[in-house]
């Protein structure tokens, strides 16, 4: 498989596929956030319930990182007002991102060993 670069930057991954913008990861970041924050006080009360809620948020947040850094590293194709507005709530949310997953590995662990 012959993988195209432009200007060092790959833009087919692993699978073939082709790799998104910056403007389309930063759509699905806040979309995955907005999802994320609608369905949060329908998680349930059973240990299964609440099992499935974590990793639901786990997965959640190592899409939204990956797609944060993705839309970091493909910052030339937007217009840099734009990604100083756009981007800026969400390097915020990196770092809360990063405890999310920290805390719902923690609790998903937990679930299992108990």
Do not use: C, H
Not at 15 to 21: L, Q
Not at 86 to 102: E, H, R, W
């Amino acid at each position: 498989m012959i993988i195209k670069y432009i200007k060092g930057v790959k833009t087919k991954s692993i699978f073939g596929y082709e790799i998104i913008d910056a403007k389309t990861s930063l759509i699905f970041a806040y979309i995955f956030l907005l999802i994320e924050e609608i369905i949060k006080p329908y998680f349930g009360k059973l240990e299964y319930e609440i099992f499935a809620a974590y990793l639901y948020v786990l997965i959640s947040n190592i899409s939204i990182i990956i797609l944060i850094i993705n839309s970091f590293f493909k910052r030339k194709t937007l217009p840099i007002i734009y990604f100083r507005i756009f981007i800026s709530p969400l390097f915020v949310y990196f770092i809360l991102g990063l405890g999310k997953i920290f805390y719902s590995t923690l609790m998903i662990i937990s679930l299992l060993l108990y």
